[in-house]
C-alpha cells in the first residue's frame, strides 16, 4: 500500500548510501549451516524437520537446538538476506516488495471490494515476514488471549500464559539507559522521557529479539497531542497494561537503528539464545517444499519427512526422527497440507489420507483504507525529509549517527478505540435494530485501530501526487476484529518436467508412462487466497464509523500549525461523511490488506469443525506433525501478528521439548 511512495523516497536514499559508504556494521557474522543442498556433504535425517525458515521457522530451529544432541533442519524457499541493506535499512522494507524477496501472492477478485484483485506481500527469504514487515510490536489486547483458551477452548493460552514467551522472546531496550549499559542506545538518539514511555513489568530484556524506541518525529508528535486533545488517553505503553488510546509504536530495531529479524535475532552465531554447546542447525535455502511424507502406523497417518526442491530443480527427501513441523506461514502452511492429503480432495493425483474439514478455513485479516490529507512544505514529513536538497543529511544521521528519517519504519504512532467512545449512536442503534455485533475481546480491547505514515499512502492512486501539491500524511482507518471470514485452499499447476532425477541416495521419482522416454506430469503446488473481505456487511458499517472518526480527528489536525493539512482524498465533497452510500463505495474501492491474515490452521479442538490443530499444535489425526506459525491463531488479534507469532514459537518449543523429554524416538 505505502509501496510506491516510499520507492520514490528510498530508492535514491539507498542507492547514494551504498555508493558512499561501506556498512560494514550491517553485515552478521557468518553463520554455518546457511546454504544451498549440497548432495555430497547433506544428511537425510534429522531430529526434526521445519518447513520454512520464516517468522517462527528460525525461533523453532533456534530453541530447539538448545539441546546439544538435537540435529535440526530448516528448508527455506528464499535466500538468506541479513546482509543485506535493504533488510537492515529500517525505512527500506518497501523496496523489497514485488521482488523476487516477495512471494508476490495475490487474492482471488473480492465480491464486495469492487472485484479487485489484491496483493498479499509476503518475505521469501530467511527471516520471513520478521525481514520485510514494517517492524511494528504490538501485541494487541490481554482478553484476545484469554479467548483463545476461554472460548476457543485452548488450555494454557491465556494472556497470563504466554506473557512468560513475550518477555522470553523481546530483548527490550530502556530508553533511558547510557550508552554504557550493555543493552543502552548504540546511536546518537536524544532520550524523550515524555514520549519513550513503558511499563518494565510486561517487558523482557535478556531475550534475543530486540524492540526499542527509534525515530519520532514532530509530526508525530503532533499526531499524538491531538488525539489526546479530543480525549483519548495516552497510552505509556501499547504493549503494557492496556492498548486503549494513542500510543507511540515499539518497533523491532536494534540499538544501532538496524532491523531485527528473527532469522538475525535467534539463527546469528553471536546472538543464540542460549549460548553454550548447541545442537547442529542445517538451514538449505532456495528450496521448495512439495510435500509431507506419511507412514500408516497403527492405521493413523505418520509424518516421516519431507520432499523438496533444491536450487537446482532436483527433487530431494529428508527424514526427521522425531516431528516434522510446519512452519511455512498462513498460507502455505494449509496449502501444504493439502497437497499432502491432508484435508479434503484437490487433485486426483492426492489420495486424502485425513480428511480434515478446517484445513484453510477461517481466515480472518485486518483490513481498511486510507484518508489522504495534504499539507505544506513547512510540515515535516517523509516527503520532506527526503527532499534531494536533506539526502546528505539523512545519509550522515543514519551511517554516522545512527539516526534520522532513515531509522524510521514510517508508521510511528497509531491510536485504537473502541465504538462505545467514538461512536456511540451506532451502537445504541445497532443494538435497537438487532444488528450490533460484538467482535471486540473484553471491555479493553479496541475495534479501531488508525495508523499514522507521514506520507501518501493510496493502495491504486498514486497519480493522484500532482503538481500542485507534493507534500503529504495519512490516516489509516483499520478494522480489527472483522466478522468476515475467508479460505486459503491450493491448486496444483503442470511445469515444465526438468531434471526430476535424485542420486543414488534418492528415490526415484519420475515414472514411464505407457510411451517410452514420457515422463509422468509435474504439478506443484499454489495456494488460492481468498480473505472474502466486507462479506459480512457489518464489516463496512464499523469502517465508515472509523472513517468519521478519522475525520474529525483530522479536522482537529488541521488546526495545529505542525501538520496543518486538509482532506486530499476521498475529499468531503466527493465522499461526504453524512452519505452513507458514497462511504461505501468508497469503502469497498479503496480498502486494502494489512497484512495479517491468520486462521487457516486454527487451533482448536476436534469438536470444533475448523479446528486444524490442538493446543499442542498437534495437527488433529496426525502423528509427529504440527502447524506452528500464524496460522493457527483462532481469531486475528486487535494488534499486528509479529509480535503474537514469535510468542507461539517460543512456546511451541517448550510444548515439544516437554513432549519428546525421556522418549526414544527409535522406538516409537
Known amino acids: 500500500m505505502i509501496q510506491d511512495t516510499l520507492q520514490t523516497i528510498t530508492a535514491a536514499t539507498i542507492g547514494l548510501g551504498l555508493a558512499a559508504i561501506a556498512y560494514q556494521r550491517t553485515k552478521p557474522p557468518k553463520v554455518l549451516g546457511r546454504a544451498t543442498w549440497d548432495d555430497d556433504k547433506d544428511v537425510r535425517g534429522y531430529d526434526y524437520v521445519i518447513l520454512g525458515g520464516g517468522t517462527a521457522g528460525c525461533v523453532l530451529a533456534s530453541r530447539l537446538s538448545e539441546d546439544p544432541n538435537i540435529s535440526v533442519l530448516v528448508i527455506e524457499a528464499g535466500e538468506d538476506m541479513d546482509s543485506s541493506i535493504r533488510t537492515k535499512l529500517p525505512i527500506g522494507y518497501p523496496n523489497l516488495f514485488q521482488t523476487k524477496h516477495d512471494w508476490q501472492f495475490k487474492t482471488v477478485a473480492q465480491t464486495h471490494a469492487e472485484g479487485r484483485e489484491m496483493d498479499q506481500v509476503r518475505g521469501k527469504m530467511l527471516g520471513g515476514c520478521s525481514s520485510i514487515n514494517s517492524m511494528q510490536y504490538t501485541r494487541g489486547p490481554h482478553s484476545d488471549y484469554d479467548a483463545w483458551e476461554n472460548e476457543f477452548g485452548n488450555d494454557g493460552w491465556s494472556y497470563k500464559n504466554v506473557l512468560p514467551y513475550f518477555k522470553k522472546a523481546e530483548g527490550f531496550h530502556d530508553p533511558s539507559l547510557d550508552k554504557s549499559h550493555p543493552m543502552g542506545p548504540r546511536s546518537s538518539r536524544v532520550h524523550d522521557p515524555e514520549y519513550d514511555t513503558f511499563e518494565a513489568e510486561y517487558h523482557g530484556t535478556d531475550g534475543p529479539w530486540r524492540q526499542s524506541y527509534h525515530h519520532f518525529s514532530a509530526t508525530t508528535k503532533a499526531f499524538i497531542k491531538t488525539n489526546v486533545g479530543m480525549g483519548l488517553p495516552h497510552t505509556p505503553d501499547p504493549n503494557g497494561s492496556s492498548v486503549l488510546g494513542v500510543a507511540r509504536m515499539q518497533t523491532s530495531i536494534n540499538a544501532d537503528a538496524t532491523r531485527c529479524s528473527t532469522s538475525t535475532a535467534y539463527l546469528r552465531s553471536d546472538v543464540v539464545p542460549g549460548g553454550g554447546t548447541r545442537g547442529h542447525v542445517r538451514v538449505v535455502l532456495k528450496a521448495h517444499v512439495e510435500r509431507i511424507l506419511f507412514e500408516t502406523k497403527d492405521g493413523v497417518p505418520t509424518a516421516i519427512g519431507a520432499e523438496f526442491r533444491d536450487d537446482k530443480d532436483v527433487l530431494r527427501r529428508v527424514y526427521a526422527r522425531r516431528e516434522v513441523l510446519l512452519s511455512a506461514g498462513v498460507f502455505f502452511s494449509p496449502a501444504l497440507l493439502l497437497a499432502s492429503g491432508i484435508g479434503y480432495h484437490i487433485h486426483d493425483s492426492i489420495p486424502v489420507l485425513h480428511h480434515l474439514p478446517g484445513v484453510g478455513e477461517n481466515m480472518s485479516d485486518h483490513v481498511g483504507m486510507p484518508v489522504v490529507y495534504a499539507c505544506p512544505s513547512t510540515t515535516e514529513t517523509m516527503h520532506t525529509a527526503f527532499e534531494p536538497s536533506k539526502l546528505p543529511k539523512a545519509l550522515y ?3 554516522v549517527q545512527g539516526t534520522g528519517p532513515l531509522t ?13 467512545d467514538i461512536a456511540p449512536e451506532f451502537v445504541a442503534r445497532e443494538k435497537a435494530n438487532g444488528t450490533y455485533q460484538e467482535r471486540a ?3 479493553n480491547a479496541p475495534h479501531i485501530e488508525i495508523l499514522f505514515p507521514a506520507c501518501f499512502v493510496d493502495n491504486d492512486d498514486f497519480t493522484r501526487m500532482d503538481k500542485t501539491h507534493k507534500n503529504f500524511y495519512t490516516l489509516l482507518v483499520v478494522l480489527l476484529n472483522p466478522a468476515s471470514r475467508g479460505r486459503t485452499s491450493a491448486r496444483l499447476s503442470e511445469v515444465p518436467v526438468g531434471n526430476n532425477n535424485n542420486n543414488n541416495n534418492n528415490e526415484k521419482t ?5 510411451k517410452q522416454g514420457e515422463q509422468e506430469k509435474r504439478f506443484k503446488v499454489e495456494p488460492v487466497i481468498d480473505p472474502n473481505f466486507l462479506a459480512d456487511e457489518f464489516d463496512i458499517r464499523v469502517l465508515r464509523e472509523g472513517m468519521r472518526f478519522a475525520r474529525r480527528l483530522g479536522k482537529k489536525m488541521e488546526q495545529d500549525p ?3 493539512g486538509f482532506e486530499y482524498l476521498p475529499g468531503e465533497e466527493s465522499v461526504p461523511s453524512e452519505d452513507d452510500v458514497a462511504m461505501d463505495k468508497y469503502i469497498r474501492l479503496k480498502c486494502t490488506t494489512f497484512l495479517h491474515s491468520v486462521g487457516t490452521c486454527s487451533m482448536g479442538p476436534s469438536s470444533n469443525p475448523n479446528a ?5 499444535l498437534k495437527v488433529h489425526g496426525v502423528n509427529h506433525l504440527r502447524v506452528v506459525d500464524a496460522s ?3 481469531k486475528v488479534i486487535a494488534g499486528h501478528t509479529a509480535a503474537g507469532t514469535v510468542m507461539l514459537a517460543e512456546k511451541a518449543a517448550d510444548l515439544i521439548k ?3 523429554a525421556g522418549k526414544d524416538p527409535s522406538k516409537l
Open 408 to 420: 524510521s519504519q514510517v508508521m510511528e504512532a497509531a491510536c485504537f478505540v473502541r465504538l462505545d
Open 658 to 660: 516437554e513432549d519428546w
Open 441 to 443: 475481546s473484553g471491555p
Open 397 to 399: 544521521q543514519y551511517f
Open 612 to 616: 486444524v490443530v490442538d493446543d499442542r
Open 632 to 634: 493457527v491463531m483462532p
Open 510 to 514: 519420475t515414472k514411464k508412462t505407457g
Open 562 to 564: 505542525a501538520l496543518a
